[in-house]
């Protein structure tokens, strides 16, 4: 059972993933768009390419003929999946997933449209004036985001009439590929939102883990946490929801499903079909299988008897303050010292404000307190500096 696996996107959770990997004897060659990316560190070989380069993509499959495709980014010319799946390549979780999740509009309208599943009231807008009138039509305030961007990028909030051309500019700089569209969003007055890790197999059995909660700050998670506390009527919901759309998509992995629960109940937001930022808390070991482990073993088809909740955990992220191509780090004696508590660093070859460099993990038996762990989490972060 050894396998080749092309990884497109090779950061922090490629790296994650190719570790689980390299445990169990796979080949992994890791692709991004710049040298020395942290997946490239661990895997067997790498590609330097633009993965919206299609011509570029056929060439590296078509050279290391994988066994298994495994998208780990929200910019790669995944058209060409569909072609791929149809010369008998495996592509993870399935074309249709990696292809509709790549662009807000064809996850949103298969959610809300085809499937029926309460979301926040949405429009689409191609310019500054279309903006104008799809705010008018979803009221404010609103939160206007790319249709293709990931981690906040290219994302803000607007209130009032005046946000708007700024709205629409800042949109554009955030955007990835050649997308110039975005989605506009009713803003959700959320109690709390959650993660729900969702893995699908290729026996058919959809198994969740325990929901994550976390907090984001511009469009970007900063502490995450498990179990998030929540309602099992809204869990049920949830798990309901993501079943719903993880099947219609189709295809073996394990996916991150985000929903905001408000007073008038559970919205499904988007979904991940790989690994999620927020559920780096399981590499806290707060289950019996980090989401590296499952999504691995949901790809290469190996059975997972169950998914157990083993502690409470929390996780939070360590961003650079600068600008650097030789990023130092500052502060990390003081989290090696803290007891039930660990730490990852990236290894990302430069560093930029508010890129994320590295997380803390801090945990504690079941049955500990989980905003205690989260706080700790969070207070530890911040005594590291990346600059
Ligand atoms: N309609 C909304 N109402 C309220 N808050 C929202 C809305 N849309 C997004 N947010 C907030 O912004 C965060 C990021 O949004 P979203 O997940 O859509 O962006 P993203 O760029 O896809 O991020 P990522 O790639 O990290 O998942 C959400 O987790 C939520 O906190
Ligand atoms: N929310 C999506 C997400 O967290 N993606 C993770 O961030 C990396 C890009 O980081 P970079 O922008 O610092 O290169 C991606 O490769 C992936 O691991
Ligand atoms: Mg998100």
Redesign the pocket.
Known sequence: MKKKILLLGSGELGKEFVIAAQRIGQTVIAVDSYENAPAMQVAHGYEVINMLDGDALDAIVAKHKPDYIVPEI?AIRTERFYEYEKQGYTIVPSAKAANYTMN?KAIRDLAAKDLGLKT?KYEYATSAKALKEAVKYVGMP??V?PLM?????G?STIKTEADIQKAWEYSQEGSRGDVAEVIV??????NY?ITLLTVTQRDGKTLFCPPIG?R?ER???QESWQPATMEDIHLKTAQDMAAQVTEALGGAGLW?V?F?IADDGVYF??L?PRP??TGMVTLGNTQNFNEFELHLRAVLGLPIPEITQERIGASAVILASAHSDNPRFEGIETVAIAPKSDFRLFGKPSSRPYRRMGVVVAYDDLGGDIETVTKRAKELAGKVRVY
């Open positions: 929200e807000r926040a609103c939160v985001k961007s990931s981690s906040g990028k994302q969003e009713a803003f959700v007055n959320f939102e976390h984001q469009g970007d998670y991150g985000e905001f937001s988007e991940s999620h930022d």
